[in-house]
């Protein structure tokens, strides 16, 4: 069983950036692929970043393209997203996840085997 623990979230200012951390207890960390996911509450869970296992690919969804970064380093069991020039609408609950899985879009929430409890952004105007 993989345990994800977010950290990072807070209140921003409007135009400002967060960088999210997701800490996996896992030691083969290494072999996941990982990916961002944020929900709204009463809305479907919606993709956000992705990050293949050897880094070789990422996916970022077209909504926040270009204003976020997804990255991993592997000897601290940890993957990134950085945020920059949030807003309003980017304020929601953001959480991490894991997937060892044959099958793996990279976007597709149910290819994900493990999930953490999130970490909440608020952006402030």
């Known amino acids: 069983q993989v345990q994800l623990v977010e950290s990072g979230g807070g209140l921003v200012p409007a135009g400002g950036s967060l960088k999210l951390s997701c800490v996996a207890s896992?030691?083969?960390?290494?072999?996941?692929?990982m990916g961002w996911f944020r929900q709204n509450p009463g809305k479907e869970r919606e993709f956000v970043a992705a990050n293949i296992w050897n880094g070789d690919d990422t996916y970022y969804t077209d909504a926040v393209k270009g204003r976020l970064t997804i990255s991993r380093d592997d000897a601290k069991n940890t993957v990134y997203l950085q945020r920059n020039s949030l807003r309003r609408e980017d304020a929601t609950l953001y959480s991490c996840a894991a997937s060892n899985g044959s099958v793996w879009r990279g976007r597709v929430f149910s290819d994900y085997n493990y999930w953490g409890q999130g970490t909440q952004v608020t952006v402030s105007s």
């Open positions: 896992e030691r083969t960390f290494s072999v996941y692929n």
